[in-house]
């Protein structure tokens, strides 16, 4: 899963070894409903035995218990700034993106509209800059934003739709070239078959579903 990765860059950004435990969603084992007993989701870190939860919560805590490396910004007010994008990305894309996924018609136009509406926000903030913290190098927001650099292809090829465009989005498509150029990155990234049938198989499960409602 995408958030899964965020915490692996971070990880790998920062140079710490790690245990990565992969889980099988569609048959949860007990170390994560018993780690995340709220969601039942990952990612979950566990560090000196206690579990931490939600990527973004994750992410914060890595940075603030192993300082080398740091991926925040140090000024309150660019750290302000990072906090503001990283929510509307997962409150106003990742949202969208799964209304689109998961439906489709009229409720599909709407979450593809709504996708294309985020990305022009984010064309603007990228623009004239390399990564999103304005540095020389990959950092917080970079890596929340990350997901649609390599996984969001798959979720428009599975849900059958469109909404990444070069031309549209030229800033936010170097900014996708420059993320991907990151050896930490480009190293780590999973298989194209692998986000395939992975994307296959959550959209299968949703038809399953609604056919059981219906």
Request: glycine share 6%.
């Given at each position: 899963?995408?958030?899964?990765?965020?915490?692996?860059?971070?990880?790998?950004?920062?140079?710490?070894?790690?245990?990565?435990?992969?889980?099988?969603?569609?048959?949860?084992?007990?170390?994560?409903?018993?780690?995340?007993?709220?969601?039942?989701?990952?990612?979950?870190?566990?560090?000196?035995?206690?579990?931490?939860?939600?990527?973004?919560?994750?992410?914060?805590y890595i940075?603030?218990?192993?300082?080398?490396?740091?991926?925040?910004?140090?000024?309150?007010?660019?750290?302000?700034?990072?906090?503001?994008?990283?929510?509307?990305?997962?409150?106003?894309?990742?949202?969208?993106?799964?209304?689109?996924?998961?439906s489709s018609?009229?409720?599909?136009?709407?979450?593809?509209?709504?996708?294309?509406?985020?990305?022009?926000?984010?064309?603007?903030?990228?623009?004239?800059?390399?990564?999103?913290?304005?540095?020389?190098?990959?950092?917080?927001?970079?890596?929340?934003?990350?997901?649609?650099?390599?996984?969001f292809q798959?979720?428009?090829?599975?849900?059958?739709?469109?909404?990444?465009?070069?031309?549209?989005?030229?800033?936010?498509?170097?900014?996708?070239?420059?993320?991907?150029?990151?050896?930490?990155?480009?190293?780590?990234?999973?298989?194209?078959?692998?986000?395939?049938?992975?994307?296959?198989?959550?959209?299968?499960?949703?038809?399953?579903?609604?056919?059981?409602?219906?």
């Open positions: 899963l995408p958030f899964v990765y965020r915490i692996v860059s971070a990880l790998k950004l920062k140079g710490i070894e790690y245990e990565f435990v992969e889980e099988d969603l569609f048959n949860k084992s007990p170390l994560l409903l018993q780690s995340n007993p709220i969601y039942k989701m990952v990612p979950v870190l566990i560090h000196g035995g206690k579990p931490i939860s939600e990527s973004l919560i994750i992410l914060e940075d603030e218990t192993w300082k080398n490396n740091p991926i925040f910004p140090k000024h309150p007010q660019e750290r302000a700034y990072a906090h503001f994008w990283a929510k509307f990305v997962d409150e106003k894309f990742n949202q969208a993106s799964k209304k689109a996924f998961f018609g009229e409720d599909q136009t709407k979450g593809v509209e709504s996708m294309e509406e985020a990305l022009r926000f984010l064309e603007g903030e990228i623009a004239r800059k390399k990564f999103f913290g304005g540095k020389d190098s990959t950092g917080f927001l970079d890596i929340v934003v990350g997901w649609i650099a390599h996984w798959f979720v428009e090829e599975v849900g059958r739709f469109k909404v990444m465009d070069k031309v549209k989005f030229p800033a936010f498509d170097a900014w996708i070239e420059n993320f991907l150029d990151v050896p930490v990155i480009k190293e780590n990234l999973p298989s194209s078959k692998d986000l395939c049938g992975a994307f296959q198989g959550f959209k299968q499960m949703e038809l399953a579903i609604a056919d059981d409602r219906g």
